[in-house]
């Protein structure tokens, strides 16, 4: 593999649109909201965000490796493994994958500078509270992502939804925003569902490495019931955005991202192999981004036609 296909793999670089879809929702708001968009400062933040999302991938599987769930997942049949591999594979040394993965989050360090400097200081409090959650996650001493206690849900929420929404639309406009925080309810409900989601994968090995997810804390049956939940409370903040102005008429378009993933759930029964909820998590991801997608679009002829 070329060093571009290597970086791309060690840091899926493919689900990167679940992080960058937040970016443009904060700065289509700031256009149609206040008639503001700079251009500069949307790339930087673009890259920073980017940069701090694939931190996060290469720091959770760092720490999965020392922990031994990844190397328990790669050991246990029928589990899907939902990490790079490299290192459990053995494909990449834990020197160079950490030196890799800090200097990710060097990147995403130096962007949240460069923009505090021009928009004030608040924007390293976005940057910093998302990089303490996506460290911590599954760093000791807090690794409230294997906690079960539904706080990793919440992080989820916030480093997907809220951080990057309200801090794209903060860096454009210099102000705090009620609307931009509900705005991020629906796309930030959508990530939280995916990762929720990716866990029916591979909860038995995270079980036997003691990692308590709350598929492990719960089980199938009551998992999957709290997944059909946030599914339906996603599309409800989707229509609560449209009812209130934040989103135009259009967006309803958003409704029929949910179909496919909703005729998924009626494949599922009680308890499933694995492999299984494969289609739930492609599903799952095409939701989000493809939801994302209209709420983009939507803001955007809406500030077009004003």
Not at 174 to 192: C, E, H, K, V
Request: with cysteine; glycine share 10%; proline share 4%.
């Amino acid at each position: 593999m070329n060093k571009w296909t290597l970086f791309r793999k060690a840091s899926r670089f493919q689900v990167i649109p679940v992080m960058l879809i937040p970016v443009f929702l904060g700065a289509l708001g700031a256009y149609v909201w206040k008639g503001e968009f700079h251009p500069v400062l949307f790339i930087i933040t673009l890259v920073g965000a980017g940069a701090a999302h694939l931190f996060s991938n290469m720091i959770n599987d760092l720490w999965d490796f020392r922990s031994g769930a990844d190397t328990a997942a790669k050991n246990t049949p029928e589990v899907i493994s939902t990490n790079s591999g490299f290192l459990a594979g053995g494909t990449m040394s834990e020197k160079t994958f950490a030196r890799l993965t800090w200097s990710l989050l060097g990147l995403g360090v130096l962007c949240g500078i460069v923009l505090s400097l021009y928009s004030g200081w608040p924007v390293l409090v976005f940057g910093g509270l998302g990089g303490l959650i996506a460290y911590y996650y599954v760093a000791p001493p807090i690794q409230f992502g294997y906690r079960g206690k539904g706080l990793s849900e919440v992080a989820i929420l916030l480093s997907f939804g809220v951080l990057p929404i309200m801090g794209s639309y903060y860096v454009q406009t210099g102000d705090l925003s009620l609307r931009s925080a509900l705005l991020s309810l629906p796309i930030g409900l959508l990530t939280t569902l995916l990762l929720f989601n990716h866990h029916f994968l591979h909860w038995q090995a995270d079980k036997q490495a003691g990692k308590n997810t709350l598929v492990v804390v719960w089980g199938e049956k009551r998992a999957l019931r709290f997944s059909k939940l946030l599914l339906i409370l996603a599309y409800v903040c989707l229509l609560l955005c449209i009812a209130m102005g934040i989103l135009p008429v259009y967006a309803l378009v958003g409704i029929l991202t949910a179909i496919p993933l909703y005729r998924v759930y009626g494949r599922l029964k009680e308890h499933n192999a694995p492999a299984a909820y494969l289609p739930l998590m492609g599903a799952s991801l095409q939701a989000s981004v493809r939801c994302g997608i209209v709420m983009m679009a939507a803001l955007l002829l809406q500030g077009i036609l004003q």
